[in-house]
């Protein structure tokens, strides 16, 4: 079992609407959450990091937590063709930047 | 302000070689880590420097090692290169030891052949 799972996609949305990407993790005693973007030939950059459980909005982003399912999300309102890259979702046990991550979500939005 | 700078950006080596990385942070972040990144197994954590120690280490062989020097800078040497190692490299800094996540370079593509 991979520490840190995602479905690989590709997720295919419309234009407008919320795209749900989402992951598991295995390792109960991870405290930090995070998601990154990567476009095609760049490197990751971070969208959101969440450590509470509950949810977490910025902007047309929501991070969602829930450690007891061992599951967070990541939700993209109003979606957009600018949208469409690999999301990576990655987890740390403690306040550390050793960070596992996961092998990504391909989003593609089409207009 | 200046990003995560990483040189050289593409590398081609030839196997048995090694071959050194060079990462330089943002200024004033302190805490510099690195990942391998392949198609197959996705990104995945080498080690991190803060303040010139190596704070965590990844499951990779010992022919992946790296040092940070005390301006920050880091460099990754890899020894006796197989064509597995081809891949790319990034790093990535951060303020301090807190995990809230960092910024990453632009990497170094290195094949081997």
């Known amino acids: 079992q991979k520490e840190v799972e995602q479905n690989s996609g590709p997720l295919s949305v419309p234009e407008g609407a919320i795209a749900s990407l989402n992951c598991t993790y295995s390792?109960?005693?991870?405290?930090?959450f995070f998601w990154y973007r990567q476009y095609s030939g760049k490197s990751p950059e971070l969208i959101m990091f969440?450590?509470?459980?509950g949810d977490k909005e910025d902007g047309r982003f929501t991070a969602q937590l829930n450690k007891a399912s061992q599951y967070v999300s990541l939700l993209i309102r109003d979606s957009q063709p600018s949208d469409s890259a690999t999301y990576l979702c990655?987890?740390?046990?403690?306040?550390?930047?050793?960070?596992?991550f996961g092998t990504g979500t391909l989003l593609a939005v089409q207009p | 302000k200046a990003g995560v700078t990483q040189t050289p950006r593409y590398l081609i080596k030839t196997r048995g070689q090694q071959v050194t990385l060079s990462c330089s942070p943002i200024?004033?972040?302190?805490?510099v880590s690195w990942y391998q990144q392949t198609p197959g197994q996705g990104l995945q954590f080498l080690f991190e420097?803060?303040?010139?120690?190596?704070?965590n280490k990844g499951n990779f062989p010992g022919r992946f090692s790296g040092r940070q020097f005390s301006n920050s800078r880091s460099e990754m040497n890899v020894s006796t290169l197989e064509l597995g190692d081809s891949a790319l490299y990034l790093c990535?800094?951060?303020?301090?030891?807190?995990?809230?996540?960092?910024?990453f370079g632009s990497g170094t593509r290195l094949t081997v052949v």
């Open positions: 990535a800094s951060s303020s301090d030891g807190q995990s809230y996540g960092y910024t």
């Open positions: 390792d109960r005693g991870s405290q930090s």
């Open positions: 969440i450590y509470s459980n």
């Open positions: 990655a987890v740390a046990r403690g306040a550390t930047n050793k960070l596992i």
């Open positions: 200024s004033g972040h302190r805490s």
């Open positions: 420097y803060f303040s010139e120690t190596q704070r």
